[in-house]
């Protein structure tokens, strides 16, 4: 991502699903000028609502990020959903 934060931001055009844990969210949010790297639910949004190339598939992308033993958030169509991890 510190390397390649360009490239990577051409691979998310054409992900459908972005899966990482939120030290990777809150880097590739910070090279890419998003405002709030503290708030991972703002930035699972934000990536969820990036450009898309397939704008014709009626699902919207799904962002999924882990937070160790915090709850996993799920950002698709706007809404953001936690769920909790399980001992």
Same mark, same amino acid.
């Given at each position: 991502? $510190? !390397? @390649? &934060? !360009?490239?990577?931001?051409?691979?998310? @055009? @054409?992900? %459908?699903? /972005?899966?990482?844990?939120?030290?990777? #969210?809150?880097?590739? #949010?910070?090279?890419?000028?998003? !405002?709030?790297? $503290?708030?991972?639910? $703002?930035? #699972?949004?934000?990536?969820?609502?990036?450009?898309?190339?397939?704008?014709?598939?009626?699902? %919207?992308?799904?962002?999924?990020?882990?937070?160790? %033993?915090? &709850?996993?958030?799920? #950002?698709? !169509?706007? /809404?953001?959903?936690?769920?909790?991890?399980?001992?």
């Amino acid at each position: 991502c $510190q !390397k @390649y &934060p !360009k490239e990577l931001m051409e691979c998310v @055009y @054409y992900c %459908d699903v /972005v899966f990482c844990n939120e030290n990777e #969210a809150q880097l590739f #949010a910070k090279m890419n000028d998003f !405002k709030d790297i $503290q708030n991972i639910q $703002q930035i #699972a949004l934000w990536i969820s609502s990036l450009p898309r190339f397939n704008k014709n598939n009626i699902n %919207d992308r799904i962002v999924l990020i882990t937070q160790g %033993d915090q &709850p996993t958030i799920l #950002a698709t !169509k706007g /809404v953001v959903q936690l769920f909790p991890v399980l001992p």
